[in-house]
């Protein structure tokens, strides 16, 4: 069995009213409201149909709750996302269970939301994006989402998020030829990790687990600089101490990224999965294909699965970055997962 453990789906409840309502807007707005299996179920199971045993974790796709509405709207607007994303796993046997969205411009009510999605609708976890609005993730307002996540010992599913707004170049207003997408995204993903990692997150909540989507962004192709490099923190900084920062730290800063997991999701490319295994190592490693961003249904799944098959593993190393690992994450065991598929 293989568990794809980073999808997106929109409950139909929550694309009528918010989506295709036209609160999405555009550029990536746009984009999410134009693929098919976003929404449509029938759909999107034909295009699994030919992957056999095979189970989804469905997400609430971008645009974030927060970035749709307004610090009064938007606890209901991840109300309604996350009561349909339990429906959803409810009904159909392929969604395993899903990752719950927060009103992350409301924290204390994204506190709240996050109580009853894991309490009353059985969540696996919860979905954050790399900024929450544009606030950085180890903002003290946001500390006791993660202290709450590491006490229960469930996954935060991280996702990047970043628009046309953010500029390639001071001088201009806008990214250009979609870079926002292509390179800022594995960017910002690298950013909110260093936040959390310098933060010391990984020091103060040694359990914590977060699910990092296309393999971690840039950190397992910079390892030289994320080594040696923060090795020498501090010396190229002369208004704020960093040295000592790095002095107070348990570990160098690079052992602190391996903590993260990551998923394969990255539309086939396999010489960087190689690399994120190599990274991370095998007990870290999830399988995930981020449908359905692809360009025909169901194409991303059957890539990566061509790029792990790839690796140079016994069937037992591939089974764990397929399931294995997944089940021990999410407390879930062979019988009771495939039962579900």
Known sequence: MKIDIFNHIFPKKYYDNYIDAGQSGKDMGKRV???????????????????????????????????LAGPEKSPELARVGNDGLAELVKKHDRFIGFAAGLPMNNPA???????????????????LYTNAAGKPLDSPEFLAIFEEAAR???????????????????????SQYEIWWTFGWPYETSVAM???????YFDR???LKIITHHMGGMIPYFEGRVGYGW??????????????????????????????????????????????LDFFGLDNILFASDMPFEPAPGLYARETIKCVEGLDLTKEQKDRIYRGN????????????????
Not at 35 to 62: C, E, M, N, S
Not at 194 to 200: D, Q
């Open 33 to 67: 409201g134009n693929i098919k299996t976003i929404v449509d179920v029938d759909a999107r199971f034909r295009a699994l149909d030919p992957l056999g045993d095979y189970v989804q974790v469905i997400t609430l796709p971008v645009l974030p709750i927060e970035v």
């Open 109 to 127: 009510a994204a506190e709240k939301e996050m109580t009853r999605a894991l309490d009353e609708l059985g969540a696996f976890g919860i979905q």
């Open 152 to 174: 229960r010992d469930i996954p935060i599913w991280l996702h990047p998020a970043r628009g046309a707004d953010f500029p390639d170049y001071l001088t201009e207003t806008r």
């Open 194 to 200: 260093s936040r959390l990692v310098f933060a010391g």
């Open 205 to 207: 909540f040694p359990n």
């Open 231 to 276: 090795d020498q923190l501090g010396k190229r900084t002369t208004d704020v101490d960093y040295v000592s920062l790095l002095n107070s730290m348990k570990k160098r800063p690079v052992d602190y990224f391996k903590n993260f997991y990551a998923d394969t999701a990255l539309f086939g490319a396999a010489p960087a999965t190689k690399c994120g």
């Open 326 to 341: 997944a089940e021990r994450l999410l407390k879930l065991n062979s019988t009771s997962a495939s039962g579900r598929a």
